[in-house]
């Protein structure tokens, strides 16, 4: 009998890949207005800069990975 709305599959991709990015996009908007706030320009510029060339970075390495197997 299945439960909630649901499956497991789905729920596994939504807490993890849903409201883990909205946890991980207000953390990266809070620590780098911090650093603005806080007049430390060079920090939040370098800050925003690795995060985001880390994040595509990451992204072009995934999709050069091969397939998983089954």
């Known amino acids: 009998m299945a439960r909630g709305w649901f499956g497991p ?3 596994i991709f939504f807490v993890t890949g849903v409201l883990g990015g909205f ?4 953390s ?7 650093f603005v706030e806080d007049a430390e320009y060079y920090r939040a510029t370098t800050y925003a800069a690795i995060t985001i060339g880390g994040s595509l970075g990451a992204a072009m390495l995934g999709r050069l990975a091969p397939p998983a197997l089954p």
């Open 9 to 11: 599959d789905s729920r």
């Open 23 to 26: 946890t991980t996009m207000s």
């Open 28 to 34: 990266f908007a809070y620590e780098t207005t911090a």
